[in-house]
């Protein structure tokens, strides 16, 4: 699976890098959040387009629990919420930021249709309730942000001038930067031409609803283990 983040501990203390599409058909949530278990400090470091709304929100949750710094170098969609965890929130002078409301792909009856809506209701409630919380806006302003009408994008400035952000920073010397990208680049290299082109056709779903989650999960381990050779 491709990675999204990575992590180093020192005793109650950890320093989190987002890189990638975050849950999206590739690490669970679940396993950044085993890795929390005893951090009481956490520094995050978001250079990430998005993903799993849901996913996001999770670690959010997590980090918001304890003492959490951000530092943003792109955080767009649902890394825009996990930016959200922790102040102070620092932001590279020629960072962006993307706020929209999200999105869910789904198929099936009008009842599928309509759950999947109230769904997305209800999450879009939650991050309301977050953004106008951390950055101090009006309700009208949170609600046009998440109204579905356009994506919105702020650069650093725009960014503190929001709340999005408490400050700007001048982004380290670039072949520091360039450490966490390799390494995902490194992870992704090690894949097959199959491995590939199969992530990116999942990637096109970043939310898939069945109706029995632990059923499905049975029938692809099945064709996993009977289809899938190293």
């Given at each position: 699976?491709?990675?999204?983040?990575?992590?180093?501990?020192?005793?109650?203390?950890a320093?989190?890098?987002?890189?990638?599409?975050?849950?999206a058909?590739?690490?669970?949530?679940?396993?950044?959040?085993?890795?929390?278990?005893?951090?009481?400090?956490?520094?995050?470091?978001?250079?990430?387009?998005?993903?799993?709304?849901?996913?996001?929100?999770?670690?959010?949750?997590?980090?918001?629990?304890?003492?959490?710094?951000?530092?943003?170098?792109?955080a767009?969609?649902a890394?825009?919420?996990?930016?959200m965890?922790?102040?102070?929130?620092?932001?590279?002078?020629?960072?962006?930021?993307?706020?929209?409301?999200?999105?869910?792909?789904?198929a099936?009856?009008?009842?599928?249709?309509?759950?999947?809506?109230?769904?997305?209701?209800?999450?879009?409630?939650?991050?309301?309730?977050?953004?106008?919380?951390?950055?101090g806006?009006?309700?009208?302003?949170?609600?046009?942000?998440?109204?579905?009408?356009?994506?919105?994008?702020?650069?650093?400035?725009?960014?503190?001038?929001?709340?999005?952000?408490?400050e700007?920073?001048?982004?380290?010397p670039?072949s520091?930067?360039?450490?966490?990208?390799?390494?995902?680049?490194?992870?992704?290299?090690?894949?097959?031409?199959?491995?590939?082109?199969?992530?990116?056709?999942?990637?096109?779903?970043?939310?898939?609803?069945?109706?029995?989650?632990?059923?499905?999960?049975?029938?692809?381990?099945?064709?996993?283990?009977?289809?899938?050779?190293?």
């Amino acid at each position: 699976m491709m990675p999204w983040f990575s992590i180093t501990r020192d005793a109650a203390a950890a320093r989190i890098s987002i890189f990638g599409e975050i849950a999206a058909f590739s690490t669970p949530a679940d396993e950044l959040l085993a890795q929390l278990e005893g951090v009481r400090h956490a520094e995050v470091i978001i250079d990430s387009p998005g993903g799993s709304s849901t996913d996001a929100l999770q670690v959010h949750d997590a980090l918001a629990k304890i003492e959490t710094t951000v530092t943003i170098q792109h955080a767009a969609s649902a890394a825009a919420i996990l930016a959200m965890a922790g102040r102070p929130r620092k932001i590279f002078a020629d960072a962006r930021m993307m706020i929209h409301s999200p999105v869910d792909f789904v198929a099936g009856t009008s009842k599928h249709l309509r759950k999947s809506a109230d769904n997305l209701d209800g999450l879009n409630g939650r991050l309301a309730a977050i953004f106008r919380t951390q950055t101090g806006q009006s309700a009208e302003t949170i609600a046009n942000w998440l109204s579905g009408e356009k994506d919105f994008y702020f650069d650093a400035t725009e960014a503190v001038a929001s709340g999005l952000a408490d400050e700007i920073v001048e982004p380290p010397p670039l072949s520091e930067r360039q450490q966490v990208i390799q390494a995902a680049d490194g992870a992704a290299d090690s894949q097959t031409e199959d491995e590939k082109l199969f992530t990116d056709f999942l990637r096109v779903f970043p939310t898939l609803r069945v109706r029995n989650r632990d059923n499905f999960s049975r029938e692809l381990s099945a064709w996993f283990a009977g289809n899938v050779r190293e």
